[in-house]
Every structure is written in C-alpha cells, then in structure tokens.
C-alpha cells in the first residue's frame, strides 16, 4: 500500500515546524529526498504507532534522551593541617612502613581515621613529653604479662628530651597502635582459632580503633585500668591469673609450724579452745573488736577474720580456700616449715587464660557454662552456681563446637530424625523395604526432602527432653536412654550434641515456671514446646587447667589435642613437633553421595545384650535394625545435607544460613 505523497509532505512540514521550534531537530535531520517519500511504506515495515516520528519517517531514529548528570560523590582528599605538628603527623600515615607487628592495614586505618577527626593532632604528648594517660598506658604495656599476653608485642617508642616534630608524630601514633593491639589481643584477637579447630567458632568482641583510642585517653591516670579492662574479669580467669603471679613470683617464705591439739572440723561461727591458738599464729587480735551492732567477739570464736586468715593459708599450699580447719589444714599447719609454690606450669595457664577470651565478657547473670574436657555442665542463677551435672560430649572425630549461644526453648517427648551421615550407613539395612514405618521408625517427606523419624518414645535417642539454642553447629543439650553411659570416667560417645545427665533436674533451673515434677507429666502425651521467658546464655567451653570454687587448681586431659597447637599459636614452650601430628582428623563436611543400595534381606531383630556405647541413634542402629525403601535412601543421598537438630556429623567449615533443614 502506497501512501499518498501529500500526506507525507504535510506531516514532514509540521513535524519539521514543532521539533525545530523546540531546537530538536536540524535541516539536515528532517530534509526529505524524492526517493524517500516516494518509497513504498509495507505495515511489516512500519513502528509501532505510539511513536509517530518513526511512524511517519522511515529512517529517522529517534536518539533517547539525555542522561541528566549524575551529583558529583568525589571525597576531597584529606589536606595537611597547617599546624607543623600536624602536618608531621599527616605524613607519617602517608609513610607506608610499617607501624606494629600483626597490625593490619584495616587497623593502620582505622587509627589514621581517628586522627583525622581529630585534626591529626596528637594523642599522648605535649609540650615534647608524655601526657599523664600515655605513661599510665606505657606502664600497662610494659606489663602485658601479667594477664599472659606477650609485652614484646606491644612496643612503647622511645622519645628523647628534645625530640623534633618527625619524631613526636612517630612516637604518638606507635603508642595508639600498640594501646590498640593490646585491646584487641585482651579480647581474643591474638589467634587465629581456625587453625587450631575450625569447630571453635566464638563471637569475640574486638574493639575499634575509635573505642579504644577514645576510652583510654579520656581516662587520664587511670588509662592503664582502662585499658587492662579489656581482658576477662570473670572470676575463673582472676584465678588463673592470681596462679601465674604465684608461679613467676617468689616461693613462699617458711613459716613456723603450729600443731593444734585433736578437735573437730571448725566452721564459721563455733566455738572452740584451739582458736586462741590460731589467732596467735596468724597474728590476730586475742578478742574480736566490738561494732556499733555487736559486743566484743569471744576469744574462741571461729569468726569470719579467723576464717579468712586460713583461707588464705589453705590457698598458699594448694588447698581448697574454703577456710573450713579440716583435717588436711591442721597437717599443712604442723608442716608449714615446709614452702610450697604453686603447681603448673606458665604454659598451660596461658593458654586456659587465652580461653576465657573467647567467652562474652559477660556471661549473664543467669547462664550454663559447658566445659567439655571436665564433661561437666554447670547452671549459675544469680552469679552464683545452681546446679551441675555429668554429660557426655563429642568423640575426637565429631567433637563438640566451643562458642557462645542462647538457649531459646525446650522441647518435651522430642522427635529424633535419623542423620544423613548415618543414615547412609544403613544402606544395607534398608535395601528392598517397601513399607513407611518399621521398628517404630517412620519415612518423612518434607519439602522435597525423604527422612526417618523416630517417634517420641522410651527408645527415642533424645531421650524425653531436649534444649535448643540455635546455631550453625546444629547441637544442643538434651537427654539420653543410655544412662549406663554416665558412669564412665571419660564420656566421649556423641555425634557432637551435650547429652545431659538427669535432664529434668536442669530444666528445673533453666524453666522457672515448670518444675521437675509437672515436667514429667507430660512425659508420653505428645511432643511439648516450652519457651523460656527470657533466652539463657549456653556457653561450651574447654579449659584443661582451671580453679575450681573451692580454691583447689586441677588439670585436665586435653581430649581434642588443642593445647599443644595453641602454644605453638602463642609462642610458648611445648607447642610443636609430634603433639600436633597426633591431632585426631577434621575432615570437612561433605554432601551425602549417592549410596549404592545392594540387594538384601532385612536381618533378624536382636536385643541389646548390655549397653553399648555409641553415639547418638547408634543403639537404635545396632540393637534394632532399620529399614526403608530404596528410593528413600537415594532421594536422601541426593538431598543437601542441610542442618538438622539430631546430631548431623557437625559442620566442619562454617556453613552458610540454611534455608531447607531435614525437619
């Protein structure tokens, strides 16, 4: 179809009126040549009619419209303050070399931002000399070892009498790196965990630049307390510390010995006629003074200063410092001619000192303090200890994960849901078995996912209750039917979970609303989620040498093997060679692979002629033969081995946020 030629001419001219008007179009654009609007127009050639230009012209090709500019974003680089102090100190960070050992290029420049919100003035020196709070920093540094950091690390820069502007800049900015690494390595920074286990996962909490820099210099005198706040103040950690201050420190100087008459155990307020005796020893006063309250005391009164004093003594010679006289007390005091140091040594306290770093600076005033090696639970309610029990933890191939979690919720007649990691060991088991339940096991489709599920049950291997805090390890405390398991010394038998030794006791102390008694109740009745009215601080840790609440120091074996690799970390004495070579393997967490299903028949039921030690769901495993359909095994292979709370194998490389699980 031909379209006629004066309507072309009629809409180029006004089209060529109004674009030319608004400075759109040139000549040039809009001239039309003979053969152009003679050319015959087809529909398939035309553009789509809301474009009428293109419509009525061919050839022209509209050009889109101009981008409007973008805001200019451009920083100006910082400038030379025009102080020449200043300007010293601005080019000392524009020098590259190197500030501290171990200080990263992140920390340089977080210390160089700092500076600049500061107008690159100085930090620590005025008038060429020390301001008070950089001497009390210098002190604290130069007395790193006190808490087992290594003062070596922490460099104070020297500055002469007359030191010039080159040298002040130096000196200032060194002293902040150091103050910053200090920080840092007080709070857990000083080792790279992942290499010692890649199971030991803490959120530790490492101060800025900014922080630190800003808490300390505001603090004046008292700089050095400041910054010696960033190691751990929990009383374990004190502990330990007092002990290595023992250890470097001279032995303790013979005293004369006292040999008490036979007695009973002395306790606080009872009254007897060896008191006087030891009021005398210990250089007290014959008769308690009066107070505003109270009389004058009686000379034989085992009164709290009595107390105290052999307390003291009983700490002295390694003994529990309950000041309680006993038995082992009054031998200690006949044999007091002899000194006796402190035992341990400096090594395996550092490195349990470098332990209560990985731990939140506050526990929580109400928390559950795991400590693997001891495989001892402890409930605090109030800063004070509530309860303990035995528990068993991870063998050395699937170990339990050391970090810091909340305890959300219980959950009462749980359901147990067969791991992929065992669950393809079962392969020949469940080869030709056609059914969905069998042995009081069920298939479970899910989302894709095929799993087995153990019903709530006297035979579940969570036993009645478990306790939840949800984490990337996929563990949690709970419950077992293989009691048996907790009278053996050394209880490592688990998949990587804490199972708990009378698991209603605790959940006495972490539910406040539900007692032991009610909790049974509901025992058989059907699955049960409880909240906890407020989330409980859950904290597996591992400490092999530590003091116990009765004063006494105890050591540990090193289940895992992670002493010698963290002294080798540290720089200390005995921490290479053969001692890491023997470290049990971490193989990393792989997917399930297909498992190839042999036909077989399914063997005979058997019962358990004693209890064995398996880990968790292996005396199911063993004792009762499991069975499912072959397509179950394969579609379980082929799923993602996703977290699922039953013990999976633990995750050996961090994963990343599940977003499917096998429940």
Known sequence: MRVPRSSLVALAALLTGSLASAGALSAETVALDKAALDAPVHPSDSPAPSDPVSTALPDYKPEPPAAEPAPATSV???????????????????????LLLRLTSKDRDAIRGFYEGRAFKPLWIADGVWTEAARAVSAR????????LDARAYTVPNLGEKPDQKAVADADIRLSAAALLYARDARGGRVNLASISRLITPQLDLPDASAVLSKISDAGAKAGDALQAYNPSTAGYRALKARLAALRGPAPAAVKPLRLPPGPVLRLGMHDARVPLLRAHFDLEARPAGTLDRGPGEPDEYDSGVSEAVANFQRGRGLPGNGVLNIQTVLALADAGRPARATGNEAELIVNMERWRWLPGDLGADYILVNVPEYRLRAYRGGSLRDEARVIVGKPESRTPLFSGLMEYAVVNPSWYVPPSILKTMAPKLAGYGGKT???????RHGGHVALRQPPGERNALGFIKFMFPNQHAVYLHDTPNRSLFSAAKRDFSHGCVRVDDPFRLADVV??????ERLKKLIGKGERTIRLPAKLPVHLAYFTAYVDDGGTFRTLPDLYGYDAPMRAALGLPGGGGPAIARLPDEPARRRAETVPVAHARPAPHREASRPRRYADGQ???RDEEYVAPRRVLRRAARAESAPAYGEPGLWTPPP????RSWW
């Not at 910082?78 to 000392?92: K, N, Y």
Request: proline share 14%; no cysteine.
């Open 141 to 148: 540094l130069s007395a790193a070892g006190e808490d087992g």
């Open 438 to 444: 069998w042995g009081g096991y069920e298939v479970v």
């Open 619 to 621: 005396q199911a495993e």
């Open 76 to 98: 100006a680089a910082p400038v030379a303050p025009a102080d020449p102090l200043g300007a010293a100190i601005f080019a000392r960070f524009s020098d590259t070399s190197p």
């Open 656 to 659: 990343p946020p599940a977003t």
């Open 511 to 516: 539910l406040p609303d539900w007692s032991e």
